[in-house]
């Protein structure tokens, strides 16, 4: 019975507690897949556009080149600490593309679907089409509409966070990249 308890306990120790020690390792942000542009707007008035890279809980560091969110910080990368900041305006790169995109497909389908609902025309009238050739009429009519549409709310897509120095604010723009890459462990 004792060796029976002593390999239980053996077992949940083997099991949870490198689980356990890997949580506590864990760096603030993981790295990500995804690239973020920001404008960061300082206390001093200062303002620059740049790559977000990387954060803890009380200070941003960010590139000038692209760099996936999350990447390990060298010493050419900058850091700006929550105190000097106003506030920091964060969109995805390429969201102005990926909204055409979404855009194009789902204006095409919906003027297919819609074409091809129409049925044919009659064939006494003057400039008959069959449903198949509505479809792709409006189907191109849709894709249009629907890549400026979608360009247009892609470019005007993003998130302003207004730190104002205070950090449950800053902490607060940590909880929004916890959302978007679902790989940052952020602690209050």
């Known amino acids: 019975m004792a060796k029976s308890t002593n390999m239980k306990q053996l077992l949940f120790l083997v099991l949870i507690l490198p689980a356990i020690c890997g949580y506590a390792q864990q760096d603030t942000i993981m790295p990500s897949n995804k ?5 960061l707007k300082k206390t001093s008035g200062a303002q620059l556009d740049a790559y977000l890279k990387n954060m803890d809980d009380s200070v941003l560091v960010y590139s000038g080149w692209p760099s996936k969110l999350g990447t390990a910080v060298s010493s050419s990368d900058h850091k ?3 105190t000097e900041i106003e506030s920091v305006f964060i969109k ?8 055409a995109l979404i855009g194009a497909a ?3 389908f919906t003027g297919f679907i ?3 609902a129409g049925g044919d025309d009659p ?3 003057w400039f008959h089409m069959t449903a198949g050739e509505k479809g792709i009429a409006l189907g191109l009519t849709g894709a249009v509409a629907g890549t400026l549409i979608g ?3 892609g470019a005007l897509s993003g998130n302003k966070f207004h730190i104002q120095s205070r950090k449950s604010n800053f902490l607060d723009l940590q909880a929004f990249l916890a959302g978007k890459t679902k790989k940052v462990n952020v602690n209050y």
């Open 35 to 39: 690239v973020y542009t920001m404008k």
């Open 80 to 82: 700006v600490p929550y």
């Open 92 to 99: 995805r790169k390429g969201a102005a593309g990926r909204g």
């Open 106 to 108: 789902t204006g095409f």
């Open 114 to 116: 819609i074409g091809l």
């Open 123 to 125: 064939e006494d009238v």
């Open 151 to 153: 360009a247009v709310f």
